[in-house]
């Protein structure tokens, strides 16, 4: 029997049959670079306590649709039957989690939703992220092919400082990547990143004070 034939997540070989069909929706380099996500998030659940299969399978998954080319992942979308904010049209490079999603569990209709939803959260992220959404979007940014100073001293934080704290670094780094490389930015993306920001204190002046005392020439 075709190994690709084994449908049901229950199943022990439903992630070898996975593997072997992800080999052949990307190309080698991003086979290379899912197989460093799901074990980075192996490796990060167990440091987190989250579960570690499901953050094996979800690393793994992650890219399913990243074989598409910009017209391609619209198509793909479109079938699905996704609505899409003319701002995302504009931006497909971002699509390719969502649209996994909606394609992994139309396809197997008994994967983990949790595993779906870290999916379709890995590229920009999404307000009130689980562990397990934090730790697949961290394996991204981390796993041994990313290189540089910054993924670097990111990596030596793994274990070190709390999920939430190493999510919003990397969230941090992503973020300056796309500003530096010049690159659009989903609006979202500032509603996302101050959802995880604590309430400011609000700073009052005392009784009397001068009302502008940083606005006078
Ligand atoms: N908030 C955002 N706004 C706009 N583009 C983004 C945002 N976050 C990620 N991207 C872009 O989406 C693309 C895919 O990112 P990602 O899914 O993280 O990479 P990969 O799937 O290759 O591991 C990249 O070009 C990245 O710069």
């Known amino acids: 029997m075709d190994a690709m034939t084994v449908t049901d997540p229950a199943d022990p070989a439903f992630v070898e049959a996975r593997r072997a069909e ?7 380099r991003r086979y290379q670079h899912s197989l ?5 998030a192996r ?5 987190y306590g989250v579960d570690g299969e499901a953050a094996y399978l979800a690393g793994l998954l992650h890219d399913w649709d990243k074989g ?4 391609g992942i619209l198509a793909r979308a479109d079938e699905l039957g996704l609505d899409l904010p003319e701002e995302l049209r504009a931006m497909p490079r971002v699509l ?3 649209t996994a999603a909606v394609a992994l569990a139309r396809e197997f209709p008994a994967l983990d939703p949790a595993v779906l939803q870290a999916i379709a959260r890995h590229t920009v992220g999404e307000k009130a992220m689980t562990s397990l959404d934090k730790v697949v979007y961290i394996a991204d940014a981390l796993e041994p ?3 540089g100073k910054t993924v670097e001293r990111l990596r030596a934080r793994v274990g070190e400082a709390a999920l939430d704290e190493l999510f919003l670094d990397v969230y941090a780094y992503w973020v300056r990547l796309i500003l530096e490389r010049r690159h659009p930015l989903y609006s ?3 509603e996302i990143w101050n959802s995880y920001m604590p309430v400011q204190e609000v ?3 005392a009784p009397g004070a001068d009302p502008m005392p940083y606005g006078r020439p």
Do not use: K, Q, W
């Not at 490796?43 to 440091?47: F, K, P, Q």
């Open 96 to 98: 390719h989690g969502m």
């Open 22 to 28: 992800l080999a052949e929706r990307v190309g080698p």
């Open 188 to 190: 979202r993306t500032t």
């Open 36 to 40: 460093g996500v799901a074990d980075t």
């Open 68 to 71: 598409y080319d910009d017209p």
């Open 145 to 147: 092919g990313r290189s």
């Open 43 to 47: 490796e990060l659940a167990r440091t």
């Open 203 to 205: 700073f009052r002046a």
